[in-house]
């Protein structure tokens, strides 16, 4: 018999397609892995205190003690949380329920610390993850070891976790779901910038050394551009050399610049210009913006005024103004020293920034205040013209990354590499964190080094070695005897003594290869203290090789028993607005107990 053709799927609006990866199928799965990483983390950082059954099988009971969230899970070393996602269930009075990330919060306030203020919004963002977990889910599936293999930008836009740590870790409130396609990373949507002409009055633009304005913005958007752009604002009888050129996110024009500044726009301070020419790929950093028509040019970031992870990203036009400065100083520190030189490191510098001073709302706020952050920019470096033959980049992100099978992007990588897992790493680590370990000695110097802030050089499959980004927000220097420029006075910080060593203990350890290692283990790469042996291998052929830093090595003792429990989601979880206090990121941390330091 012949087969009964299919029924044709009747066509859908524009607004029903908007939401088309919204399904009952795919949001199950997403609020079944949402679930799990949060029974993992808020275990990690002792919200929760998960009641073992025997044989690997635990229990989670709510406020009220009714409902009950029953799972297998393997604890590694750092306390991490291995937990099954399959074997999750839920059960109230006797009966099996469905599970749902949102009753999960509600059902456990208490014990999480939510209160009535809190709540209703950490609710908002976690069904923002959860709607953007189910777009990656509808996605078509690539391979971890296809992946291993494809272009620096498909790397980027194909990562699904997002933050390791945080929870809800996609909020990004203030995007629309038509926003959310046309600027997520992983929707992979070509992006052009909205150009705004400002007042030199009202605007400061600063270069690094061997940079000015016009030569800069010629090569970034060329001749005819700045052609078009011009005529632009003599139609409106106003002089172009009266202007300093700024990019901004088109979600910041439509939603805040072209309402908040009503007035700036108004007089003329602000002339909109129009699109530029070439398309952008957004990063995982959501503002930051890659060159997809020319991949040579400069990254662009810029201010975006939605709450993601306890912050409002803006830019504050007062930072930028030193940015240039700061990433010069590094830069020629880098250079300069022969321990970096020989682990290859690199830094993408953010060679020129540009901001504008609303002076009515300086007036009326705080230096820390998301009204003073809300049009300014920068422009980074691009890896791409430092590759060598048959290099590719990476984001160090993407080595948590895990495909739909399980099978891990890192594991990909070493079997490209034909390395033994345990050489692999040992290279990884030598370009990654000997690095961080002889800044933190030598000069009391500190990064933010997490996985979207390093990129990764690649040979073969090799993390050959690494970049650090994200350099002029993000860096410290913890002595408060070192003799700074002036312009880069700036990035010291007063640090409690107890405190300054958790720069490599939490972020790097913690918050990185604590992930790394239970990705490793599980998938059958490596054992846990075959891993962890070989990072203290590292710390401990570096600090052979400074015996000139001994003393810094004891009074800073890498390999001590145990250290705090800095915990990123309780930070969240009090203000998902704003997570540290800027005046004071160190005093604001939670710091719940300590961890057993697995290189002791």
Known sequence: MPLTPAAPRTRLSPQAEAVDHLDPERWAEANRLLIRKALAEFAHERLLTPEELGHGRYVVRSDDGLTRYRFDARVFALDHWGVDADSITRHRDGTELPLNALEFFTELRGALGLSEKVLPVYLEEISSTLSGTCFKLAKPHVCAADLATAGFQEIETGMTEGHPCFVANNGRLGFGVHEYLSYAPETASPVRLIWLAARRDRAAFTAGEGLEYESFLRAELGRETLDRF?????????????????????????????????????????????????????????????????????????????????????????????????????????????????????????????????????????????????????????????????????????????????????????????????????????????????????????????????????????????????????????????????????????????????SILTDVFDCFFRFLSATLVTEGRLDEDVFWRTVAECVRDYQHSMPELADKFRQYDMFAPEFALSCLNRLQLRDNEQMLDLADPAGALQLIGTLKNPIA
Not at 416 to 439: D, F, I, K, M, N
Request: proline share 5%; with cysteine; net charge negative.
């Open 230 to 502: 011009d005529a632009v604002l003599r139609a409106q009888d106003l002089d172009p050399a009266d202007y300093l050129l700024i990019p901004a996110h088109p979600w910041q024009w439509w939603n805040k610049l072209s309402v908040t500044f009503a007035a700036e726009v108004a007089g003329r301070r602000l002339v909109c210009l129009g699109e530029g020419d070439d398309e952008y790929l957004a990063q995982q950093s959501i503002r930051t913006f890659f060159n997809a028509s020319a991949p040579a040019k400069h990254y662009v970031k810029t201010a975006l005024s939605v709450i993601n992870m306890g912050f409002m990203r803006g830019l504050s036009a007062a930072y930028m103004k030193a940015t240039p400065a700061i990433n010069d100083w590094l830069y020629g520190l880098v250079r300069s020293d022969e321990v970096l030189k020989a682990t290859g490191l690199g830094i993408i510098r953010e060679r020129a920034a540009v901001g504008y001073r609303h002076l009515e709302y300086e007036a009326a706020t705080d230096r820390y205040s998301p009204y003073r952050k809300m049009l300014a920019a920068l422009w980074r470096e691009s890896p791409v013209p430092g590759l060598g033959e048959g290099e590719q980049l990476a984001t160090m992100a993407s080595l948590l990354h895990t495909d739909r099978a399980g099978a891990s992007f890192a594991g990909a990588l070493m079997d490209r590499s034909g390395l033994a897992p345990a050489e692999w790493l040992r290279r990884y680590l030598r370009a990654y964190l000997t690095p961080l370990l002889h800044c933190f000695y030598a000069y009391d110097l500190v990064f933010m080094p997490h996985g979207e802030n390093v990129i990764m050089v690649l040979k073969d499959g090799v993390v050959d070695r690494v970049l650090f980004k994200d350099i002029a927000e993000e860096i410290a220097v913890m002595d408060p005897t070192a003799v700074l420029p002036p312009e880069v006075e700036r990035i010291r910080v007063d640090v409690p003594e107890d405190r300054k060593l958790l």
